[in-house]
């Protein structure tokens, strides 16, 4: 068996691999909305009910975070991109990334995108992992800032703060071996470089952390919103402490847009910061119409207009 083979053999286990846990999430995500249909339904009935003034400006937020993914796309990148064009991938790679697993279809829809700017695809895919690698730092960074100026953020009694760190110290577990990896040592080696790179400029260093900050503050500002329209009470820091911790802990599950893995880490981690039951669901069900489910089917025929003017 030649070299090319067993990496077409590898490559082909893992997408194998990769299907059977998205499935398995999937259904064990039907499994628990038919188990708690009732409560799904009373939960769809209040954020029928909720504020429409906040609604709107979750609506404001989510746009938003289409031109801060641009940007942060942009400061990952030497080359000046078309603006109009790179805002209008990043909306298309948000439906795509609710279709393929592990954000596979972001991931592709900018991949091409970036090399239709005349950049290679080896360029492209490091750029990619700079601006992956800069959003987890984030991340990580605005979860500690929160902590710091909040610490009741993370409930410390029951068995909720078990579950909370549960992402993050998998996470300190499975990196350091998965980088074990020779290949993966060379990809990361290629993608620190580039930060190098991109940090002798403190435009594009400023634009990829700015936008990296921005994309994730306004997610959790969406969230923010709905739970407000929703006329719970909860301090702005936990709702923000939630999304964060939900959205880290989805990073680790391969589903679609983190359906199924964030649904149910964001529903717990704002029943953990003391939402009732039903309205967690309500605010998990608005985020999700907001950030994935409305756009899916415009951002669809953007990505196909894309295709047809040869820009991915």
């Not at 609710?98 to 700017?117: D, E, K, Q, W, Y």
């Not at 060379?186 to 260093?205: M, Q, Y």
């Not at 929703?230 to 847009?257: K, Q």
Request: hydrophobic share 55%.
């Amino acid at each position: 068996m030649t070299v090319s083979d067993k990496v077409t053999v590898t490559a082909g286990r893992r997408h194998y691999v990769q299907l059977g846990i998205t499935l398995v999430v999937l259904v064990a995500a039907g499994a628990i909305l038919a188990a708690h249909r009732a409560t799904l339904d009373s939960g769809t009935d209040q954020l029928a009910a909720a504020d429409g003034e906040w609604l709107v400006l979750a609506c404001f937020a989510t746009v938003a975070t289409w031109v801060c993914a641009a940007v942060a796309q942009q400061g990952a990148v030497v080359e000046r991109l078309p603006r109009g064009r790179l805002v209008a991938a990043q909306f298309a790679a948000c439906a795509a990334n609710h279709i393929l697993p592990a954000g596979a279809g972001a991931s592709l829809v900018n991949l091409r995108f970036l090399t239709r700017c005349g950049l290679s695809t080896r360029r492209s895919a490091t750029a990619l992992a700079v601006k992956a690698a800069a959003g987890g730092i984030v991340r990580c960074g605005l979860g500690v800032i929160v902590l710091a100026v909040s610490p009741g953020a993370v409930p410390l009694s029951g068995r909720a703060p078990h579950v909370l760190i549960l992402a993050p110290v998998a996470a300190a577990t499975v990196v350091p071996a998965v980088l074990a990896s020779s290949r993966l040592r060379r990809a990361v080696g290629r993608a620190v470089t580039d930060v190098r790179e991109v940090h002798r400029s403190r435009g594009r260093a400023g634009a990829l952390w700015g936008g990296s900050v921005a994309f994730a503050l306004l997610h959790a500002a969406v969230v923010v919103a709905v739970v407000h329209a929703l006329g719970l009470t909860l301090p702005t820091s936990h709702v923000v402490m939630a999304y964060l911790v939900a959205s880290g802990a989805a990073a680790l599950l391969p589903t679609p847009g983190g359906l199924g893995s964030l649904d149910a880490a964001l529903a717990f981690a704002l029943t953990a910061a003391g939402a009732p039951g039903q309205t967690a669901i309500s605010a998990v069900i608005g985020y999700r119409l907001l950030t994935g489910w409305l756009p899916m089917a415009p951002g669809l025929l953007v990505l196909g207009l894309l295709a047809r003017r040869s820009a991915l």
